[in-house]
């Protein structure tokens, strides 16, 4: 089965950016989701399809995917933006849904 | 205002069943596919089923298949997850989502529910 593979945490000051890695095998050739999940709180969408964001998210966040790897950038990070984030592909080849472990952005 | 309300959770013994709801407002319900996701506690997002926008089409992790079911009502707007031959590890918190796009299969997730948490304990 497909797995994707996040580091467990990222550390970033306030004002600096915040780059979240994804690998996958040739995960290039499919559609990444990335979704922000704070304490208590359902998940969201922050970036679909690699990178259009949804309406309300801000520009500070973007996406790209290209050969084994995508990343979620998160500019000028701010105190708010501390929570867990998950990528998100389907797999063609098994027809599942599949999400990475989960990196848990700490603002220091 | 889009919103989608799970219930059903609750407290069950290992081998028992559960039926999960999610009820659907503020959009038009058959147009879109849904997923089901859970969360074990301090844990990562799984998927678990999802189903296309007029549920002939289902799909399920390894780790549920044939165990769980998957169907919708769009007359009712709500997507259920049968959940049965329940085990330790399938305690979490469960998650409906709505997909992004309208018509086809599930792909990402542009609205979720606040869960409902599914305890399988003696």
């Known amino acids: 089965s497909y797995v994707l593979t996040q580091p467990p945490s990222v550390s970033v000051a306030p004002g600096e950016t915040a780059r979240i890695a994804c690998g996958g095998n040739?995960?290039?050739?499919?559609?990444v989701h990335w979704y922000q999940q704070k304490a208590g709180q359902a998940p969201a969408v922050v970036i679909y399809?690699?990178?259009d964001r949804p309406s309300g998210i801000p520009q500070r966040f973007s996406g790209s995917n290209s050969g084994n790897s995508a990343t979620l950038t998160i500019s000028r990070v701010e105190a708010g933006d501390e929570a867990d984030y998950y990528c998100?592909?389907?797999?063609?080849?098994?027809?599942?849904?599949?999400f990475g472990g989960g990196t848990k952005v700490t603002v220091l | 205002e889009v919103q989608l309300l799970e219930s059903g959770g609750g407290l069950v013994q290992p081998g028992g069943s559960l039926r999960l709801s999610c009820a659907a407002s503020?959009?038009?319900?058959?147009?879109?596919?849904m997923g089901w996701v859970r969360q074990t506690p301090g844990k990562g997002l799984q998927w678990v089923s999802s189903?296309?926008?007029?549920?002939?089409?289902?799909y399920y992790a390894d780790s549920v298949k044939g165990r769980f079911t998957i169907s919708r009502d769009n007359s009712m707007n709500t997507v259920f997850l049968q959940v049965d031959s329940l085990r330790v590890e399938d305690t979490a918190v469960y998650y409906c989502?709505?997909?992004?796009?309208?018509?086809?299969?599930?792909?990402?997730?542009?609205?979720w529910g606040q869960g409902t948490t599914v305890t399988v304990s003696s």
């Open positions: 989502a709505k997909d992004l796009h309208d018509y086809g299969d599930y792909r990402v997730g542009d609205v």
């Open positions: 503020g959009f038009t319900f058959g147009r879109y596919a």
């Open positions: 189903i296309n926008n007029i549920g002939d089409n289902t």
């Open positions: 040739n995960i290039g050739s499919k559609s």
């Open positions: 399809y690699d990178r």
């Open positions: 998100q592909v389907w797999d063609r080849s098994s027809d599942h849904v599949v």
